[in-house]
């Protein structure tokens, strides 16, 4: 979107995956990995999939988006949900499924076990689908104490809606304390100003699909979008941010002393904080914490947007807050599964795990 800039060139956050004999990512590769973690709060894992193990995902995905009985994800926004805007949902706990996951698991367990014990459990495994019109989420984010992965499965666009992350604004021990003891406090300025953007960005969009022929608003859409009383976290609901009842953004979080803070601090919000848009290949897996600032951006193509996804827990989480972020598939929560768990699970079958593109010359 053009209310605020946000860069697409992600090389800075990206390591090339090379793999070791026994087909997880090289030592070097997982340094470089866990210093962009700790540093920016994300990386981008290029090439760590292959064609057919990302085609073998998509395969899972669709099986679920097929299922007219699928477990949608209740942390997105229903409305989109509803009107088929976005399609977030969990996938089943069954043997493909899990064997998809341990894949990309025991590929990258020398990142991840640099965060996550064997015993933290698996939060979520899910599917998300952005179609065209979709609304573009707040910058937000997910509970702490969580490392999340998005998996390509086929080649993402910018227009598609890319997830867009804001490096650097990961919370550890001590990082109040940078920008000279402000920078939480700049952190919330530059999320209220971003969000007052994005909702501009998404009244006017829905505004001008009303004639709009390619994704033409179905009946009563525009009414739910801006007006509903419902419970919707990523809608320019009008309604809920007069009231203040959007804990993302709304009215009660521009007041004169923070329009004042706004203006103050502009300066240090545009060179301290830079967005980036992650619009990944086929086959990357990016990798970030869960207290990140990021956002799901609205798809303004015809082309379905679709990501794997997948949580672990990193520290210990009291189960009544992971439904703030994550929404378990039933048959995950009848049989919870580990760290430990997965990288002890079968992983996908030698002919789905074909040798990954150019992994021999990126060895050499």
């Known amino acids: 979107m053009n209310a605020f800039k946000v860069s697409s060139d992600t090389s800075a956050f990206e390591v090339p995956a090379v793999l070791d004999g026994q087909g997880k990512l090289a030592d070097h590769c997982i340094r470089q990995a866990a210093a962009m973690m700790d540093r920016h709060?994300?990386?981008?894992?290029?090439?760590?999939?292959?064609?057919e193990e990302a085609d073998a995902g998509l395969a899972l995905m669709r099986q679920t988006i097929d299922d007219p009985d699928r477990s949608h994800s209740a942390f997105a926004s229903e409305t989109d949900?509803?009107?088929?805007?976005?399609?977030?949902c969990s996938l089943p706990s069954t043997p493909p499924v899990n064997s998809f996951a341990a894949t990309v698991c025991q590929r990258i367990e020398g990142v991840l076990s640099e965060y996550c014990g064997r015993s933290r459990p698996l939060l979520e495994v899910a599917t998300f689908t952005s179609y065209w019109g979709s609304s573009h989420q707040y910058i937000h984010r997910d509970p702490i104490g969580v490392i999340s992965l998005f998996a390509a499965v086929e080649d993402v666009s910018e227009q598609q809606g890319g997830t867009v992350f804001v490096p650097g604004t990961h919370q550890y021990g001590g990082a109040e304390y940078q920008h000279g003891g402000k920078a939480y406090a700049l952190m919330a300025l530059f999320r209220t100003q971003c969000n007052a953007r994005i909702f501009w960005h998404n009244l006017k969009k829905l505004?001008?699909?009303?004639?709009d022929e390619g994704a033409?608003?179905?009946?009563?859409?525009?009414?739910?979008?801006?007006?509903?009383?419902?419970w919707d976290q990523h809608q320019p609901n009008l309604l809920r941010f007069v009231l203040g009842k959007n804990s993302q953004f709304s009215l009660r979080m521009l007041?004169?002393?923070t329009l004042w803070q706004l203006y103050r601090h502009r300066a240090a919000l545009r060179d301290l904080f830079r967005p980036v848009q992650a619009a990944p290949r086929k086959g990357s897996v990016i990798l970030y914490r869960s207290d990140l600032l990021h956002a799901g951006p609205d798809n303004r193509?015809?082309?379905?947007?679709?990501?794997f996804g997948m949580s672990i827990a990193r520290d210990i989480i009291d189960p009544k807050y992971w439904h703030d972020g994550y929404s378990p598939h039933p048959t995950l929560l009848a049989h919870p599964m580990s760290f430990g768990d997965l990288l002890d699970c079968p992983p996908l079958p030698a002919e789905a795990r074909a040798p990954r593109r150019r992994a021999s010359a990126l060895a050499g």
């Open 207 to 211: 505004w001008a699909m009303r004639k």
């Open 81 to 88: 949900n509803l009107y088929k805007r976005r399609d977030f």
């Open 301 to 307: 193509t015809p082309q379905p947007r679709r990501f």
């Open 216 to 230: 033409p608003l179905a009946p009563g859409e525009f009414r739910d979008r801006v007006f509903s009383t419902q």
């Open 255 to 257: 007041g004169p002393g």
């Open 41 to 51: 709060g994300l990386v981008i894992l290029t090439d760590l999939l292959s064609d």
